[in-house]
């Protein structure tokens, strides 16, 4: 999986949920053996990598930046339409 097929994934679980957690993506990349795709923050987890985010940019069907946001014990990223 590259960094394009990654931010597909995420556009469709997006339109399907109306919104994506990253742990779900993180969880999907790392079953998909993309290892490559991700990086370790600060705190020493795994997040989604900067080539997914601007691959998920470039198809201009949503703004960034994804905003992490806790809720219910998860971090969840929003991302708001550009139409809107």
Avoid: F
Avoid at 7 to 27: N, R
Avoid at 35 to 56: F, I, M, T, Y
């Amino acid at each position: 999986m590259d960094a394009s097929a990654a931010a597909q994934w995420m556009l469709e679980q997006i339109e399907c949920d109306g919104c994506i957690y990253q742990d779900d993506v993180v969880d999907h990349l790392a079953k998909a053996k993309a290892e490559n795709l991700l990086r370790e923050n600060a705190d020493g987890n795994l997040v989604v990598g900067k080539p997914v985010l601007d691959a998920l940019q470039r198809t201009g069907s949503y703004r960034l930046p994804l905003l992490p946001v806790l809720h219910a014990g998860r971090r969840r990223c929003r991302l708001t339409e550009a139409h809107a």
